[in-house]
């Protein structure tokens, strides 16, 4: 009798199959909660809202909740360091702007994702929802934690 | 004629062969160039080696060139907001000490070094190897950059 040994034949290869398992795992499977200010938050106040929700990017909205910008611990720290009064320095001044934010949405997979981050050279970046009127709603974050635990997760996971 | 499909009979799970995949990625394949500074490097000192280099993580070595410290982005930021003077303020103030240092070896695999970084919620840890003294001599660096890397290495990796 053949043994009974938990695969298919299926005609693919191990590499394939392990890619094929790879693009399964999706952004709103991994994404983290997103935090936001407003544009006219100050240096002083991005950086507070860094340390309280310990996180290493903040989103700049607009008072519409539309995305407008985005802040790293790089920009914040570069601006410590200048000679400027941080609590009337506008993060608006420091972060960097759409169109120049690099985005991913809930269903595109942590390996669009993972090389994004990589070929950018960035920590995170914000997932959207488009409001089909050119802006964005900010409704997650992903970093290379995220990708980090999602790394984590395959090495644990017993598919099927 | 049996098809010639590209694996082998092994008895294995594709979850257990996953598994085994990624044990293979080891440190040492997907490690950094460490940056040091001295132990009495200031403040200041510490932020513009980490913007000259641009990494998120500097090792603190004494005189011996032995790992006394490491020092985040986060905690140089923090002691930017601070009242002291940043040229004065020793780096070894700010830095987590060792025996509080997380550490890895070139031959760990990636996927501890994963759940390390999770688990001790930290950006980076040195790769070090034992002077057989106590002391550790730091070889490398491992963040979660290297790790969003390998994965997305695993994602275009043709094995066979």
Request: proline share 4%; aromatic share 6%.
């Amino acid at each position: 009798a053949r043994p009974r040994v938990g695969y298919y034949y299926t005609g693919k290869t191990g590499g394939q199959l392990f890619q094929e398992r790879l693009l399964k795992l999706k952004v709103k499977d991994f994404q983290s909660i997103p935090v936001v200010i407003p544009e006219n938050a100050s240096v002083y106040d991005g950086i507070c809202t860094m340390f309280l929700e310990d996180v290493g990017t903040l989103f700049v909205v607009n008072n519409n909740g539309k995305l407008i910008g985005i802040v790293s611990r790089k920009d914040l720290l570069r601006a410590s360091m200048g000679k400027q009064d941080l609590e009337s320095l506008p993060v608006s001044i420091i972060m960097t702007r759409m169109p120049n934010i690099t985005v991913c949405s809930p269903e595109d997979s942590m390996l669009e994702v993972a090389n994004k981050l990589i070929s950018k050279q960035i920590d995170g970046l914000p997932v959207v929802k488009s409001d089909g009127d050119g802006g964005y709603d900010v409704i997650g974050r992903m970093t290379k934690t995220n990708i980090t635990k999602a790394f984590a997760y395959i090495g644990v996971e017993e598919q099927s």
